[in-house]
C-alpha cells in the first residue's frame, strides 16, 4: 500500500516562494507516475505538474513558467517548487501517483492522494 503525505504550506505574500514536500510511504519502486493538484472549494481540480518513472515531466499551463517538479528517490519525497506566487495560486494542494502512466488531465488516473497542504497568497 502506498501512502503519501504533504507539507510546505504556508500564507505567503504574492511574489514569494514555497517548497511543497510529498513524503511516500510504500512501494516507491512501482510508481510510474507522481503528481501534484490543487483544488479550490467550488471549482474543478487543476493539474500542476506531473513525473513519470522515466523522468518525463508534464507541467499545467497555469504554472509552466513558474514550477519545478523533482522527486528524491533515496529520501521518497517529492517536491514541488512555485516561484512568483499569485493571489490565484491560493488552494489546497496535494500529492497523487500512479501504478500507471498518467497525466495531468487524467486525475482520475491516480490512484493514491494525499491529505492536502494549503497555500495562501495574499496580495
Known amino acids: 500500500q502506498v501512502q503519501l503525505k504533504e507539507s510546505g504550506g504556508a500564507s505567503v505574500q504574492a511574489g514569494g516562494s514555497l517548497r511543497l514536500s510529498c513524503q511516500i510511504s510504500?512501494?516507491?519502486?512501482?510508481?510510474?507516475?507522481m503528481a501534484w493538484f490543487r483544488k479550490v472549494a467550488g471549482r474543478e481540480r487543476d493539474g500542476i505538474a506531473r513525473?513519470?518513472?522515466?523522468?518525463?515531466?508534464e507541467y499545467g499551463y497555469k504554472v509552466k513558467d513558474r514550477a519545478t517538479i523533482s522527486r528524491d528517490i533515496a529520501k521518497k519525497i517529492l517536491y514541488l517548487q512555485i516561484n512568483d506566487l499569485r493571489p490565484e495560486d491560493t488552494a489546497m494542494y496535494y500529492c497523487?501517483?500512479?501504478?500507471?502512466?498518467?497525466?495531468?488531465?487524467?486525475?482520475?488516473?491516480?490512484?493514491?492522494w494525499g491529505q492536502g497542504t494549503q497555500v495562501t497568497v495574499s496580495s
Open positions: 497523487a501517483a500512479s501504478r500507471r502512466y498518467s497525466g495531468l488531465a487524467s486525475p482520475t488516473g491516480f490512484t493514491y
Open positions: 510504500g512501494d516507491l519502486v512501482s510508481l510510474k507516475s
Open positions: 513525473l513519470w518513472d522515466d523522468d518525463d515531466i
